[in-house]
């Protein structure tokens, strides 16, 4: 009402001012004038409680205020009039500015101004636009442009909207009544200045009586107490904003608010019975689970969490519970070993309690039960006295002597009887036996401390139903002096022949196998108690120093001198031996320097033996570097020898053989290195004429039974040696035979009679590298050719 009445005053107010004098405004000859009134072309409903009246346009201050409409028919905005326009038809209206031809049209001859299209405040409130008055036949200005106002008024066309809805909310199970749960936000695109169509109010459609909301702030909070998450979780609230204060007429949105109950410890952990009974084998491992209980909680999550305790019971240390933390379940373990002959049963109490406590509810709870264990008796295996038995044994222990015992039980009420074995794979060499019944060990072999000090073995227990158990046996062996002493190496002294009497020739010492507790101690003597050359003296250190008794040693009289040194032991019994000390004599300088030793017959004999060997190796040597080089020259093409086309084998040695195939099955045979048809006579060589005439070599025989290869290499070496006329043609002449069967042929050249210009070995470029610089080698240029 108090909007009508505003609107009456101001409509009273315009028509005054429209019929008044007609003074031009902005102190120009234009003026402006307001429409008539016209009746609007889409009326609003009851529902919006606006009056029943006609759209109007009405002009303020150089302003036009319209509200805003949907068309589709034009609408009068307001009419500009100038005080030139005396019915003169050459006057012309026109319009410029937002929305000048498009939103808005004037007519030319009336200044009628229409809105063409739909308005709408929500997307433009205002439009500024500029009128002037032209002469219609020249287009020029009659009057300077004037500016005006078209303001669009709004009406209530736009609902309220949830723009962030749905909504999800939650609150604590057992929430007092008006505890906070979320707010919910609505907007209204209408102008929230003008009237009341963006004053919205919020109300509950569905949700009730478990919720409510605050009409102005749209707070949603708990209207019913007590309400149980176990008994239901979810409500669903839908929740309106209406505009126009609430009012019949405004239009209204809704949305959907999801709350959900959150747990809290409001309920005790529950067994699902009162006593639990589980039966385990004795024989259960420490740490193994012997049952499960569980305590169930309605609540979720952490409040739903319970740890397990033993809180009573006979002997509570030999079981432990503990909890899954998957299952939430109470397990139960084994602490200590079981022995169902001492113990048959168990009963325990068992406590189940929250871990986390609640503020509301005070917390936390608990429950318990009473478990029973019953132990089942299990097969075990016999138990040894031990885990790990020492012995100890002497070295000289005779054959079938006892070293020790071992003992084992069985624990079950049977008390089956125990058998004893030995472990082979830990007594390879069988050295020792045990009793099968009393479990006496007793020595198999000898025994050697020098080759084996400690012996490990494992010996293990049965009963009857073939429950095995194992123990180690250590067993030593002491020391007995079975051991004679001797040179610690082996001495090799040297002599001056101007030496003078009592000089130190050699220190000695001596080395024992044996190892007494009290250490070694050694005495030495000459084998020869009165040696007339030398003698020993005691170093008091378990050596001693072998002395010169005169000066007389000559290398022409005696060279070496053989001294026999006899080594005992303290042991007992005692031990001795007696090892040679050779003492060569040699020419010393002044100084006592060795300057000349006649070497020994055995040092000669090395030195010639190797001189020997490496004579023969230098000559095979040669002889292959001898033959590559010929054979790359290629100065003839013909055989060095003549000989049967078909038999290239001559003086053949083959290694690195590639075979041919299956044709390629001769043997090695160490008589080719022996020329057959050099044995009785000499061959003509074609590739040399000697000036001098040379002479027939009488071939070597060989034995019954083969080559002796060492006199024919010597043989042959020493006929090379003294034939000046030729190369050692007759050492190897064919290498790398290839068996008939190889596709590549044979690459000698022994076997053609062609010369160097009928032989093209281009083919070998063909080869691939491996090939291409053997190809360059054999290939001959025109520049060689005439050469």
């Known amino acids: 009402m108090q909007r009508d009445l505003w609107t009456s005053l101001l409509l009273v107010w315009i028509t005054c001012v429209q019929y008044s004098s007609m003074a031009p405004l902005n102190n120009q000859s234009q003026s402006l004038q ?3 009134a016209m009746i609007p072309r889409n009326r609003p409903s009851e529902g919006q409680r606006i009056l029943s009246r006609a759209k109007r346009g009405w002009v303020w201050n150089q302003m036009f205020v319209l509200e805003e409409f949907s068309g589709p028919d034009p609408i009068l905005v307001g009419r500009l009039h100038t005080d030139l326009d005396m019915g003169n038809k050459n006057i012309k209206y026109v319009l410029a500015g937002e929305g000048a031809g498009t939103i808005f049209a004037i007519n030319e001859r009336t200044g009628d101004i229409h809105a063409m299209k739909r308005l709408d405040r929500e997307e433009k409130a205002e439009y500024t636009l500029t009128a002037q008055v032209i002469d219609r036949d020249t287009d020029k200005p009659l009057e300077p442009p004037s500016e005006f106002i078209i303001k669009v008024q709004d009406i209530n066309d736009n609902p309220p909207q949830f723009i962030e809805g749905p909504y999800k909310g939650s609150v604590p199970e057992m929430s007092q009544v008006g505890t906070s749960v979320t707010r919910v936000t609505a907007t209204d695109a209408d102008d929230p200045v003008y009237g009341n169509s963006a004053r919205l109010v919020y109300s509950i459609l569905e949700g009730q009586p478990y919720f409510s909301i605050d009409q102005t702030t749209a707070i949603i909070r708990v209207a019913l107490a007590g309400m149980d998450r176990e008994m239901r979780e979810e409500y669903l609230v839908v929740i309106q904003a209406k505009d126009m204060g609430g009012h019949m007429g405004g239009l209204s949105g809704t949305t959907t608010v999801t709350v959900t109950l959150t747990d809290i410890n409001d309920n005790p952990p529950k067994f699902s019975k009162g006593s639990y009974e589980f039966t385990i084998p004795e024989d259960l491992g420490i740490g193994k689970p012997g049952g499960r209980v569980k305590a169930n909680d309605r609540d979720i999550g952490e409040n739903a969490k319970s740890a ?8 509570r240390d030999v079981f432990e519970i503990v909890t899954d933390a998957q299952t939430q379940e109470g397990i139960l373990r084994l602490k200590k070993p079981l022995d169902f002959e001492s113990k048959k049963s168990y009963n325990l109490t068992v406590v189940a309690t929250n871990i986390r406590a609640d503020s509301i509810t005070g917390g936390p709870y608990m429950d318990q039960a009473t478990v029973k264990i019953i132990i089942e008796d299990a097969d075990e295996p016999p138990v040894f006295t031990k885990s790990a038995y020492l ?11 006892v070293i020790g015992a071992v003992a084992a039980r069985d624990q079950d009420a049977t008390h089956s009887q125990v058998r004893y074995f030995i472990d082979r794979h830990t007594d390879l060499e069988r050295q020792f036996n045990i009793n099968v019944d009393d479990g006496k060990i007793t020595l198999a072999k000898p025994l050697d401390r020098e080759t084996d000090m400690w012996h490990n073995i494992t010996v293990t227990a049965t009963e009857v139903r073939n429950q095995i158990s194992r123990a180690i046996v250590a067993i030593k062996v002491l020391d007995i002096n079975d051991n004679a002493p001797e040179f610690a190496t082996e001495y090799e002294a040297f002599l001056c022949e101007n030496g003078k009497p009592g000089q130190v020739i050699q220190t000695i010492s001596a080395v024992d196998k044996d190892n007494p507790s009290q250490g070694h101690t050694f005495h030495y003597r000459l084998e020869m108690l009165n040696n007339p050359n030398f003698t020993i003296k005691n170093n008091l250190n378990n050596s001693i120093s072998v002395l010169a008794k005169h000066d007389s040693f000559r290398r022409q009289k005696q060279e070496t001198y053989l001294l026999p040194i006899v080594v005992t032991d303290d042991g007992e019994p005692p031990m001795s031996s007696t090892n040679t000390l050779t003492i060569r004599v040699c020419g010393c300088s002044r100084d006592g320097t060795v300057q000349s030793c006649k070497r020994m017959k055995s040092q000669t004999f090395e030195l010639h033996k190797a001189k020997v060997e490496l004579t023969k190796w230098m000559f095979l040597c040669l002889s292959v570097i001898v033959v590559l080089f010929v054979t790359l020259r290629r100065h003839k093409n013909e055989p060095l020898i003549i000989k049967d086309d078909e038999d290239v084998r001559e003086n053949i040695i083959r ?19 022996q020329n057959p048809d050099g044995i009785n006579g000499y061959l003509p060589r074609k590739d040399i004429k000697p000036d001098l005439q040379f002479m027939p070599r009488q071939g070597q025989h060989s034995g019954p039974n083969g080559v002796d290869v ?31 069967g190889s596709i590549a042929g044979s690459l000698s050249s022994l076997e053609t009679a062609s010369s160097d210009s009928d032989q093209n070995y281009d083919y070998l470029r063909e080869w691939g590298p491996r090939f291409r610089r053997l190809g360059e080698l054999y290939s001959v240029g025109e520049s060689d050719k005439e050469t």
């Not at 012995?391 to 002597?401: L, R």
């Open 34 to 36: 307001t429409a008539s």
């Open 308 to 315: 397990y305790s033993i809180i009573g019971g006979d002997e």
């Open 391 to 401: 012995f100890d044994v002497h070295e000289n222990a005779a054959i079938n002597t």
């Open 655 to 673: 290694y690195d053989d590639e075979g041919g195939g299956e044709e390629d099955t001769e043997a090695f045979d160490i008589a080719t290195l």
């Open 710 to 740: 060492d006199e024919f290499i010597n043989v042959r070496l020493h006929e090379a040696d003294n034939d000046p006329t030729a190369p050692p043609y007759d050492s190897i002449q064919i290498y790398g035979y290839e068996g008939r």
